[in-house]
């Protein structure tokens, strides 16, 4: 059984623990990794995972050891396996020992999500500029067979298809949430946003009832802003045909489930955009803001291939282009509103072709299984025949 240590440093907001979170279960639970997850915010942990400690130096949940990633760090046994998410470096200590190993390990970066085409050709390219003997291998996520591939669980596609009216009605009564019948239900994940409060009002006057989740943090703040004061979790709050419910953090399964309930799911990021693509509803990103505009680079690719042969290609186009630049959404809302069951459909196809894609996790340990196999053949191994 291969020892996985994945190193994780919370920037901001939950997109970097969301991904690793996801990607430490699925490796332990699923392939059998004994894994360690080394991250230095477990508070942000903490409300993607309720029952993990603020505190603890070192805590088992689940099938997954998670370890306080403290400035000191402590003498450890190197991994087989380690994954630095999006170049967040392992400490010099931690990569000396790794270098010390008669067999070194499988050292990866796990690369940012994007849909660009490059993207294909470096995948899985090494690197030895490290100053050791050792290799780095970039490991980048995508849509497409020639990449790494999306974070989706075994048996995940199945849950959301199995997911029906009534499951549906019981997870929204669990939340505290009675949506009517010709309501259209609306969940917001989204960054500080200018074009906020504009559609908000829109939505307020709007023909048709709008009930908006507002997920925990800047959504609720933000919204709560637009009202006239703060929303605590558990309010509702009605302005004219705009009903608003903030949610409380929720675990990730919650999450899925809430993507899988609602008509439209406003994400941003990397780890809801991905739950929001598998969970076949029409969706809005917002992508994470980069200097020079490079994010709308990125933005545009995505766009290139989701769309690719869609007739109300524009439709989407220019909502997604006015929300991300903070533009006056209104406009372009009314566009995008009158097509939500066509986006409907092709959110279903575009689910289809991800689901063909084989998922990030039997990517990297089907690259982690040769990798370590010509490793041992140039080493040694244990007694039980496994590299050391």
């Not at 979790?233 to 993507?259: C, H, K, Y």
């Not at 220019?318 to 939500?340: H, Q, S, T």
């Not at 990030?360 to 041992?376: H, K, Q, Y």
Request: with cysteine; hydrophobic share 40%; aromatic share 10%.
């Amino acid at each position: 059984m291969a020892r996985c240590d994945i190193f994780c440093t919370v920037v901001d907001n939950l997109g970097d623990i969301g991904v690793c979170w996801r990607l430490a279960r699925q490796l332990a639970e699923e392939y059998g990794f004994r894994v360690r997850l080394w991250v230095d915010d477990l508070v942000s942990l903490s409300c993607l995972c309720p029952g993990a400690s603020v505190d603890a130096t070192s805590q088992q949940i689940g099938a997954v050891e998670v370890r306080r990633w403290d400035a000191e760090f402590p003498l450890v046994d190197v991994a087989d396996v380690v994954i630095e998410a999006f170049a967040c470096d392992p400490p010099a200590t931690y990569i000396a020992e790794m270098a010390r190993r008669d067999v070194p390990p499988v050292w990866i970066n796990l690369e940012y999500l994007s849909a660009e085409d490059w993207v294909e050709g470096c995948h899985l390219l090494p690197s030895t500029g490290s100053g050791t003997r050792l290799t780095k291998y970039f490991f980048f996520p995508g849509f497409t067979p020639q990449t790494g591939g999306l974070i989706r669980e075994h048996g995940l596609t199945d849950a959301r298809k199995a997911f029906d009216a009534v499951a549906r009605a019981e997870f929204l009564r669990r939340l505290g949430i009675q949506s009517g019948k010709n309501e259209l239900l609306v969940s917001l994940f989204c960054y500080r946003n200018l074009s906020l409060p504009g559609l908000l009002g829109h939505w307020s006057s709007s023909e048709t009832p709008i009930r908006v989740l507002t997920l925990a943090g800047l959504p609720t703040e933000q919204v709560g802003q637009w009202l006239g004061g703060s929303l605590s979790p558990g309010a509702e709050v009605r302005r004219g045909s705009l009903t608003v419910n903030a949610l409380p953090f929720i675990p990730q399964e919650d999450f899925d489930r809430m993507l899988w309930s609602c008509d439209l799911n406003f994400v941003r990021g990397e780890d809801s955009f991905v739950r929001a693509q598998l969970a076949r509803q029409p969706f809005v990103w917002q992508i994470y803001t980069q200097t020079e505009q490079t994010h709308l680079v990125k933005l545009e690719a995505f766009l290139a291939r989701f769309l690719k042969g869609f007739p109300q290609a524009n439709s989407v186009r220019r909502f997604w282009d006015a929300w991300n630049k903070e533009l006056d959404v209104v406009p372009a809302w009314r566009e995008f509103a009158a097509v939500l069951p066509e986006v409907r459909s092709r959110c279903e196809e575009w689910a289809n072709l991800l689901d063909r894609v084989p998922d990030l996790a039997n990517n990297l340990a089907r690259f982690v299984e040769r990798t370590m196999g010509s490793a041992c053949s140039r080493g040694s191994t244990d007694a039980s025949g496994e590299c050391r």
